[in-house]
C-alpha cells in the first residue's frame, strides 16, 4: 500500500517534470497555425529616384456662424515629390502642390499652387551638404507653436487641414544657400535666405516668392547630442534691419514611455498688432517659449501636452478691448497671427492625441484640442482614417467654441465634417 | 497536499538547477554572431502581417545596421520602403537615441521606446538585438523543441535577464541549437513577466559567410492570433558611416 502510494507520487512528479518541461517546448495549436504562414511576395526596393505622388477628394458640409446657413465644402489636390539622383553626391528635389478649393480661403484663388521645393543638394563624403534653390528648413520640436521655425512666416498658401502636421507638409520652402557639416554627434549649418521679391501673391499659380523671400535673411543652427536621453539645438537669426533673434531647443526622453521637448526664441522685433497696422513697426525684445510632454500608454495611444506662449501677442485684456473698439483690426490681427503661423494669444495649450488600431487593424485616430488662454476660445478636431494599401479615407469633424470677438470664433465655419478620400500611386 | 508539495518540489528543481552543460553565456554569444554579421550591413525587409490566419497588411522596409564599437549593439536606420504612402520615411535607432523623420513633414520626432513599438520598426529589434551584450544567460535544461519548421531539434534553453536597465525586454527565453548554436524560438517578456513576442527563427541560409535565418515568425503574446512574417532578403556587407546616425542627417538620407 506504501509503496503503491509512492509508485503513484513518483509517476505523478515524473509526469509533472515532463509536461512543464515539454509544454512550453514544443509548440501547440496557435503557434503551429502560426508556422504554417508564408511571406507575401519580395518586392526589392529601387535605388535611385523616388517618387511620391497622391491625389486628395474631399467633400464636407460646414455650418457658419449665428445660424447664417451651411456652406457646401470640396477640395481636389495633386500631391507630387519627385527625388533624383543626378551624379555621385548629387541630387535634384522637386515637391510640388495644386489645390482646387471651394469655397477658397478668405483673399485666395479657388486654384492655388505650392511649389514647396525645388533645390539642388550636393554632398561631400557624407558630412558636408550644400543645398541651394527653394528649401524647406524647419526647426523645433513643438506640435503646435514652433517659436525656432524661423522661416516660417508667410509660408503657407492653403490651409488643408487643421492638423499642424499637415501645415508642415503643405508649406513653402524659402529659396536658400544652405552649408552643414554634419560629426559623430552633432552639426552646424549655415543658411543665407536673399531677398528675391517684395511681397506675397494673391495669384494661385505664382511660385509665391515674395512670401518667402521677401527680406534679406540669414540662420546658424548648432545640433548637439549631449547623450542618448538628451539632444539640443542652438539658433542665430538675423534679417535685414535691425530685426534679430537667438533660440534654443531640447527634447529628453524622460522614461520609458515619455518623451519631453522645449523650445524658445528671445527677438527684437515687430509686436503682432504692429505687424497688422502696417507702416511703422516699433521693435520690442521678448520671448517665445513652446514646452510639452508625449505619453505613450497601453494600446497604442500617445497622448501629448503643449504649452505655448508669445510675447509679441497681445495681453488678454488688451486683446478684448481692441475687439470692443475696433472689431475688424481684432479680425485682422488674428489673420496676421495665422499668417504667421504665431500665436494670436499671449497664452495657449494643445492637447494632441494618436490612437493606432483602433478597434481594426489600420484604424487610427487622431484628434487635437487647442486653447486660447487670453479669450477661452477653443478649437476641437478629429480625425479618423483607415489605411488600405493604397487608398485611405478619413472623416474629420471639427468644431470651434468661442463668439466673434475670440481668436477661434473668427474661423467662419465654426462646425464642419469633411470626408477625404486619397489614392497613393 | 503531498501532490500539490511535489508539484512545487518539482518547479523548484527545474526553476533553481542550472543545468550541467556548456557557458550559457558563450552559446548566447555564437547564436548572436547566426543572427547578427559582425559588421555594418543593410538588408531589405518584408513584413507580412496576419489576423486569425489571413493576411491584413504587408510593407517592405530597408534596414541599415552599424555594429557601434561601444557596448556592441547595432544601431539602425530604417528607411521605409512600401506601402506608397511611407515610402521615404525613416526610423532612427542609436541605443535609445530614437527618432523618425516624415520627409512630407521635414519635422524629425524623438520617440520614446514605447512609440516604437507601435510600429513595425520594432519588430526589427527582435532581430537584430545583440542579446549576449546586454542580458546575463542561464541554462535551464537541454530539451526537444520544435523549430520555426516544425521539425524537432535538440536545443539548449537559456533564461536571459537583462544587464541593462533601458532595454527593450526585461527577459527573455531563447532556445538554441545544441549542435550548431542556431537560434531556433525565442519568447520576449515584460517586467511585469508578460509575454510579449514569441519568435521562431527559420529559413536558414547561407548570407554574408554563415548560415542565416531569413525568416523570423513573431506571434504577439497577448493575442496569438495576431502574427508577423519578417522576410529578410538582399543582404549587403556595406559602410554605414556614424554621420548616418545622426537626426540632422535624415533629411539628407539618400537610399544607395
Known sequence: ?425 | MKASLIIFVALALRQGLAVAGPAAQDVLAASDAIRNPGRSFSVTVTLTEFQAGKQVDTSTLTSYARAQEQGGQFASLIRFVLPARDAGKLMLKNGNDLWFYDPATKASVRLSPQQRLMGQASNGDVVTVNMAKDYRATLLDEEEVQDGERRKRKAYKLSLAATASDVTYPSIEIWIDAENNQPLKARFFAESGRLLKTAYYRRFQQQLGAERPTETVIIDGLNPQSVTLLRFSDYSARPVPETWLHRDYLPRFQPE
Do not use: C
Open chain 1, 1 to 425: 500500500m506504501i509503496l503503491g502510494t509512492f509508485a503513484r507520487h513518483v509517476l505523478l512528479s515524473t509526469l509533472v517534470m515532463v509536461g512543464f518541461a515539454a509544454a512550453p517546448a514544443l509548440a501547440g495549436g496557435p503557434d503551429d497555425e502560426a508556422l504554417s504562414l508564408g511571406s507575401a511576395p519580395v518586392q526589392s526596393p529601387q535605388t535611385g529616384s523616388e517618387l511620391r505622388l497622391f491625389v486628395e477628394g474631399a467633400i464636407g458640409i460646414g455650418e457658419l456662424h449665428d445660424n447664417a446657413g451651411n456652406q457646401f465644402l470640396r477640395r481636389v489636390s495633386i500631391d507630387f515629390r519627385y527625388l533624383a539622383p543626378l551624379a555621385p553626391g548629387w541630387r535634384a528635389v522637386f515637391s510640388d502642390r495644386l489645390d482646387a478649393i471651394k469655397p477658397p480661403d478668405l483673399g485666395a484663388d479657388t486654384v492655388t499652387n505650392s511649389l514647396r521645393e525645388a533645390y539642388l543638394s550636393w554632398q561631400a563624403g557624407g558630412s558636408t551638404l550644400v543645398d541651394v534653390g527653394r528649401v524647406n528648413l524647419r526647426y523645433g520640436p513643438g506640435y503646435g507653436y514652433n517659436p525656432t521655425d524661423f522661416f516660417r512666416d508667410n509660408s503657407l498658401r492653403t490651409i488643408t487641414s487643421l492638423d499642424p502636421l499637415t501645415w508642415r507638409e503643405n508649406r513653402l520652402g524659402t529659396v536658400v544657400i544652405h552649408g552643414q557639416h554634419l560629426w559623430k554627434d552633432g552639426s552646424v549649418s549655415l543658411a543665407f535666405s536673399p531677398r528675391l521679391d517684395d511681397a506675397p501673391s494673391q495669384n494661385g499659380l505664382n511660385p509665391d516668392l515674395g512670401a518667402t523671400n521677401n527680406r534679406n535673411r540669414g540662420l546658424l543652427v548648432l545640433s548637439t547630442r549631449f547623450s542618448e536621453r538628451l539632444s539640443g539645438q542652438l539658433l542665430a537669426y538675423e534679417e535685414s534691419g535691425p530685426q534679430a533673434g537667438v533660440g534654443a531647443s531640447g527634447t529628453v526622453l524622460v522614461s520609458d514611455a515619455i518623451t519631453a521637448f522645449v523650445e524658445g526664441m528671445r527677438g527684437r522685433e515687430p509686436s503682432v498688432l504692429s505687424r497688422t497696422l502696417g507702416a511703422a513697426q516699433p521693435l520690442m525684445t521678448r520671448n517665445r517659449l513652446a514646452a510639452g510632454l508625449t505619453v505613450t500608454v497601453a494600446g497604442s495611444l500617445s497622448l501629448t501636452g503643449e504649452y505655448e506662449y508669445n510675447g509679441f501677442a497681445l495681453a488678454a485684456a488688451d486683446f478684448a478691448a481692441l475687439g470692443r473698439s475696433q472689431p475688424s483690426l481684432q479680425t485682422a490681427y488674428v489673420q496676421t497671427a495665422l499668417q504667421r503661423q504665431d500665436l494670436a494669444s499671449r497664452h495657449a495649450w494643445l492637447v494632441y492625441v494618436t490612437q493606432k488600431d483602433l478597434g481594426l487593424k489600420n484604424l487610427n485616430l487622431t484628434a487635437l484640442a487647442r486653447f486660447n488662454a487670453g479669450d477661452n476660445s477653443w478649437l476641437g478636431w478629429v480625425e479618423l482614417r483607415h489605411h488600405w494599401d493604397q487608398f485611405d479615407l478619413a472623416l474629420q469633424l471639427q468644431q470651434q467654441g468661442g463668439d466673434d470677438a475670440t481668436a477661434y470664433g473668427k474661423i467662419p465655419v465654426w462646425r464642419s465634417g469633411r470626408l477625404v478620400a486619397s489614392y497613393f500611386f
